[in-house]
T-cell receptor, first 114, second 115 residues
């Protein structure tokens, strides 16, 4: 069965330092992978997605993620954190490729210290 | 703002009752999805409708049902409510049927509290 594991439930960084949010996936299909962000009391917003094109995917607000098939990973990074990045981040995999349902990770809460 | 609207924002009700949550998708989107976000289960896909027809089911209880109307808005009906149904319910929409690769645009959610 397809699944996604976010390795950290909470990550804390200082403003201006790099962000790394880790995600490992399991998929029998050529996976579609997404990162969504949820700010407090808001809906989810797509940051970026991988659907078998370039392995380094650039998203909004300076975030990017690299698809590594050998490591079954899709970690999210940003070179320099802003206070506005504080939110919950979800790694998501489609469970049957293009026809699949979205399977969400448990989420990683990112805190940004001034 | 994603363009997806959900009403009401908050709903407080008692066990055993029935409620209806409403969703209006982005203009032009034919697919509507419903998700449940709870502390213990996380975010789970419930059901997808495409152009008025049910197209996919996830972990949706038999007490829950949904429909999509000709104007493409959707309603999620929750009946015989239990304490454990307390959660945030999200609606999302996308232009096509292809739910596994297309971007889904999420509404702000309806917070349901069952007392």
């Amino acid at each position: 069965a397809q699944s996604v594991t976010q390795l950290d439930s909470h990550v804390s960084v200082s403003e201006g330092t790099p962000v790394l949010l880790r995600c490992n996936y399991s998929s029998s299909y050529s996976p579609s992978l997404f990162w969504y962000v949820q700010h407090p009391n808001k809906g989810l917003q797509l940051l970026l997605k991988y659907t078998s094109a370039a392995t380094l995917v650039k998203g909004i607000n300076g975030f990017e993620a690299e698809f590594k098939k050998s490591e079954t990973s899709f970690h999210l990074t940003k070179p320099s954190a802003h206070m506005s990045d504080a939110a919950e981040y979800f790694c998501v995999v489609s469970d049957q490729g293009s026809q699949g349902n979205l399977i969400f990770g448990k989420g990683t809460k990112l805190s940004v210290k001034p | 703002d994603s363009g997806v609207t959900q009403t009401p924002k908050h709903l407080i009700t008692a066990t055993g009752q029935r409620v209806t949550l409403r969703c209006s998708p982005r203009s032009g989107d034919l697919s509507v999805y419903w998700y449940q976000q709870s502390l213990d289960q996380g975010l789970q896909f419930l059901i997808q409708y495409y152009n008025g027809e049910e197209r996919a089911k996830g972990n949706i209880l038999e007490r829950f049902s949904a429909q999509q109307f000709p104007d493409l808005h959707s309603e999620l009906n929750l009946s015989s409510l239990e304490l454990g149904d307390s959660a945030l319910y999200f609606c999302a929409s996308s232009p096509r049927l292809v739910r596994g690769t297309d971007t889904q645009y999420f509404g702000p959610g309806t917070r349901l509290t069952v007392l």
